[in-house]
Nanobody, 114 residues
Framework: QVQLVESGGGLVQAGGSLRLSCAASRRPTSFNAMGWYRQAPEKPRELVAR??????NYADSVKGRFAISTDNAKNTVYLQMNSLTLEDTAIYYC?????????WGQGTQVTVSS
């Protein structure tokens, strides 16, 4: 059974930083892919960043500001978010793929204020 538990969300002013954590029930590198999605109100869920095939993908809107990383010793994947803008406000979900099955965390709210 795969479990993903996010933490680290909260309220931050524009220009600030947050680091999200996703604690998994197995090593991040054991997944076929692992990363972060987000969903803003009345918008579809979108990919933010992921690790797949030994490489990383980022949404164009976060390139240069966000960084995804893993700590296999802690079974954790991180999302460092810098230079946050109002448009980054969303629920952020941890996501993993294992043997063609998708797994999601419960989500953590990130709110950026002006």
């Amino acid at each position: 059974q795969v479990q993903l538990v996010e933490s680290g969300g909260g309220l931050v002013q524009a220009g600030g930083s947050l680091r999200l954590s996703c604690a998994a029930s197995r090593r991040p590198t054991s997944f076929n892919a692992m990363g972060w999605y987000r969903q803003a109100p009345e918008k579809p869920r979108e990919l933010v960043a992921r690790i797949i095939g030994g490489g990383t993908n980022y949404a164009d809107s976060v390139k240069g500001r966000f960084a995804i990383s893993t700590d296999n010793a802690k079974n954790t994947v991180y999302l460092q978010m810098n230079s946050l803008t109002l448009e980054d406000t969303a629920i952020y979900y941890c996501h993993a793929v294992l043997n063609n099955r998708n797994y999601w965390g419960q989500g953590t709210q990130v709110t950026v204020s002006s």
